[in-house]
């Protein structure tokens, strides 16, 4: 199998047409999966629609460019929020179907596979039955893209939130999780940590969920999403024989600022540094970043204002993060998303990117 | 006469204890003129009031430390908006009165001059009256400063915005200006311009302002208020034989990532880089930003959604350039304020920062 | 013909559900003309995707139940803001054939026209050109009903704005109409009110649109969007001996608290007062409101901060019209829209509604 | 005793010349207490500062033309939020020595009773020790008043947020309160309705708070804020032999559109209805307004966005709130204030009005 990545910006969030030119320059014939990852405009609060719009829109592109049959097999997750200079976009990724079978011994190379759970119950959403459900989807993905645990290099997960409409109908303990977002990344990562063997999962209790901070997965990226009442995954592994030239690399983020962390991680993927040392004249094939912040908000031993201001912390940490992608890397075009809650320590992040070779 | 500056953070919009701490520990017979430049948090709407709260909380600081006599000395200029990664503070600067004259032939060092020109008639805000009395200001400042217009480092110009409730009493031309802190900032620019010497007197005709993009000045930060009428003017300028230790250097920001100019600035202004080339060790005294974006809000050849969202312009541009600054100086303190209208050619801005030596 | 109007709840912003349930009661064989004319939740500010959201549910919806060719037959206005107590919804109106011809003794009955006025160009929008464009299409629109001018009783105009993105390649005069609502519903009413013979051609100059406050239609309510180039034209006459049992009453609002005026809109309408003399037990079959407030913020001689707080006029007028229509008629299923500018005098406003009889 | 009131309108969040007028209209050496009552504009989200500009205008013109000692006998409670159409502005209420005692055979008339509790620390917000705390402060207010439970017209409590900075350092349990308005507002209502003898004090546990419905006052109306630590109260009672010329009547709300509890309130109160059955013409001395929503947000059998937008909902409730008083009483001056938890049974209110004689 080979993994095949392009990038296709879009003009408004209806608009797919530069994926549907990405997508007819593929042969339909050899593709196992589609999977697309997008940032899509919006205000990003829970009245949202961004998404479905976005959604509305690429699998309108993947009907008319490929037809209904693949359209079965196309995941599709997006995250809304381009606050700052983040450009509307998404990478398509196709992973084409092989003749011969992965040689082991072969280099390691990035290798795609999808899930979907079942619909979470309302009830459930955001507690550890959600997360139990994310567990089993993480594996499927992982069988489906043939990868052992070890082997897996990043996933990501879209969760639903729990709607507040439902408030009124929810014992007390379940309501304080209603339109929380947080909630949502929250039991999504602690699932994949479990499918991945990075959390134990006699730990991910209800009331260790959002809390318990020693609980972390360290490969997984989660976006919530109020469209959707099942979780949808996008697993990628560099396995060994795996086809194409792609691998990932990925690197822990102490914090929001975390510049050298992301120098280090270019250098290590082979990016070529600029006479600043920065890599702002070698862009990487694609750039996924997941920051958040201290509850309380404090960062390099300051006060910040991200949860006491007008407006969600989400929407302060995400344009912060096109300001540190751009000064390193020079781009608009990065996968940016915010709330890593137990996807790292309180007030770290991640930060992981596509090379070739 | 010797400048000192010094930070104090806040712990709220009302919170000045650090101030007064500043304050009592300067002594007060030696004071010509203290100058603060803050930023506040608050939701920098035109509806906002943490502005009149920071000055009524810096006011009653230096009325109760230093007392009423000191407070006629001092200058005071707050902008609004902390979002992103920008802790709430300020910069405190006093100048002290010396026995000896400067010496022309000593080294270049900070002096402070400030100004406040009379309250502008609401039909005049935004237009040209109201850039010739900006200039009359700087002028002032400039005489207050002893400084000559090439020894003007920098003029931060506070400028009254034109209030919309006003719209239904304007002319046409001049309703088109209520409301807009574009506008505020435009003639602030070209009225310090015109005194700096680098913009034409004549060229700043009312239909000039805000779009005649070959207008502008490279030595102002203009903030805009709704809770003034007059403009407040802090001019420092670098000369030679001026007291104490201080210099301030700056360079032009080719756009709002323009991270190489933040490297460039501080290797020119001394500073001592990092194992990764960075800035994170050692911080300037202090650290000035102003930052734009292209009408249409394209940025390295991508669209961003800086002007199609909910949100303002400025909201986007300050939590980026808060990126951009802790990505190169591992702080969040800094002076970063958005709209670098006719302060820089299109999309440009300006970075600024006090050092030693 | 004879026109039937019903309404559907929507219980989100791609929800079609009960439209496709009222579609389906239509004996589709008999449709000459549908109409649906809708209000989706959703931010209503430039960015707000919730209208195509709407307008691609409500697009598939009429596929699937009517099919293709009854698309083509139907006009959809939606009008973005629930705030308040506004229920998103729709009125979806379906003209059917009749065999006999009008009978011009017959008593006044509602007839639907519509019509689709040319893309405007970007640099046109919100001037005199785009305002002769809806005067052409509401001229079409009466055509397409069969009414003369002094028939129409109603028109509704959906008109495109013009986005803040071209910002870079307009002319000064035109660039001070972008991101304007208020500019692009001021032309549809300018527009319509020609047509309608209300409003005298020669004076709508670019120079008088938006700022002459004596030019004004009376029988238009006006939306904007950002979705599409052309304008929409949703007409509504009432015209004697067309079939049906339904007619359209409407009362100009003196003021966005004009109590009064709908108190006698609905007297004269016959619908049957309560105990209190409100109108809570006999809502009208359709009810819609175009509601504004005059340049700066007076109301009742005081002050209010519409346009001096953190969002948008609109989002302050909605709400305050869903309380008033909320008191009279106890419901929360209205039409209700914000900015009536050249719709009504400065500060006034439009109620209308259709009764059976 | 003698109680007077009388309103002044704010030109801005700083603005305290009307007050100033009102004050100076009075005899200072008469006055026992003063208490003020508030609508300041703003944000109304945690950032917002208005309510301090608010306290700091108010304070200084108490104290300038008063005195010192006079402001150490005034209170003040603001409101900050006048979304829709809401005056900005103010009910000063002044309490006068009288030389004769009560006559309890005379007239009840409206008397006045504050208090202020102790700091209230961070950990209790929200929970059983802050009703309490609150509970006691209102019987402080009563015997301050001189009135007994049963004299007790309407009770205003102004209840301190926990912060959502505090969030690192808090127990799970204390943690959901962070941040929420809600919380802050219920805890004062339950406090009031123990000492009103309203509410079973046992039943008032941590898990009740905010989430037992059967549980609330009939007499309070509570806000919040984030600026300060204690709990102030504003008490009003209707007490035979009181003097003065004033009573309050109020009435509950069934919801936020019941416009017929209005009627009926203002006939009670003895207000002279227009020609249309409305009270357009015969405004009250004093109107206040507390308005909510069920959970869920479901009002008339409809769905409405309240809890599901960009906004919080208290920015829906009060705009609703304004047009709803602005139909019945043709004003825009009233103490309308959003979020009735345990103030009223879920969904409903209150309103209440001061008149003559």
Redesign the interface.
């Known amino acids: 199998m080979t993994l095949l990545l392009s990038a296709h910006?879009c003009?408004g969030?209806?608009d797919a047409r530069a994926l549907a030119q990405r997508l007819s320059a593929l042969q339909a014939g050899r593709i196992r999966r589609l999977a697309i990852l997008g940032k899509t405009?919006?205000?990003a609060?829970?009245?949202d629609?961004?998404r479905?719009?976005a959604l509305?829109a690429a699998t309108a592109a993947v009907r008319n460019v490929l037809g209904e049959a693949m359209l079965a097999r196309t995941t599709m997750v997006f995250s809304t929020g381009?606050?700052?200079?983040?450009?509307?976009f998404g990478y398509l990724m196709a992973e084409l179907t092989e003749d011969a079978p992965r040689d082991p011994a072969g280099p390691a190379r990035l290798a795609l596979g999808v899930a979907t759970s079942p619909a979470i119950p309302v009830a459930d959403r955001g507690g550890r039955a959600h997360a139990l459900a994310v567990a089993e989807a993480v594996r499927a993905a992982m069988a489906d893209a043939g990868a052992t645990a070890d082997q897996v290099a990043l996933v990501f997960v879209k969760s639903p939130v729990l709607?507040?409409?439902?408030?009124?109908?929810l014992p007390?303990g379940v309501?304080?999780r209603a339109?929380s977002t947080a909630f949502a990344r929250a039991v999504a990562a602690l699932g994949a940590g479990i499918a991945l063997g990075e959390v134990d999962s006699d730990r991910v209790q209800d009331?260790a969920i959002g809390?318990d901070t020693t609980l972390h997965s360290r490969r997984v990226m989660a976006v919530s999403g109020t469209?959707l009442a099942h979780n949808e995954v996008i697993l990628l592994a560099n396995i060994p024989g795996a086809g194409g030239d792609l691998r990932l690399e990925s690197e822990p983020l102490a914090d929001?600022?975390d510049?050298?962390a992301l120098?280090r991680l270019a250098r290590r993927a082979g990016l070529a540094p600029d006479a600043?040392?920065?890599f702002?004249g070698s862009a990487p094939e694609a750039l996924f970043l997941k920051v958040g912040?201290?509850?309380?908000?404090?960062?390099?031993g300051?006060?910040?204002?991200?949860?006491?201001?007008?407006?969600d912390a989400d929407k302060?940490l995400r344009?912060?993060?096109?300001?540190?992608?751009?000064?390193?890397f020079?781009?608009?075009?990065s996968f940016i998303s915010g709330g890593a809650e137990q996807q790292a320590p309180?007030g770290g992040g991640l930060a992981a990117m596509v090379v070739r070779g």
Chains 1, 2, 3, 4 share one sequence.
């Open positions: 910006d003009d969030p209806g405009e919006g205000t609060t829970l009245n629609f961004s479905e719009l509305n381009c606050e700052g200079v983040i450009t509307p709607p507040r409409r439902h408030l009124a109908e007390p309501a304080a339109g009331a809390r469209e929001i600022l510049a050298p120098l600043h040392g920065l702002t912040i201290r509850p309380g908000g404090q960062l390099r300051r006060r910040t204002t991200v949860f006491e201001s007008e407006f302060h344009p912060v993060a096109s300001g540190l992608v751009g000064a390193i020079g781009t608009t075009r309180p």
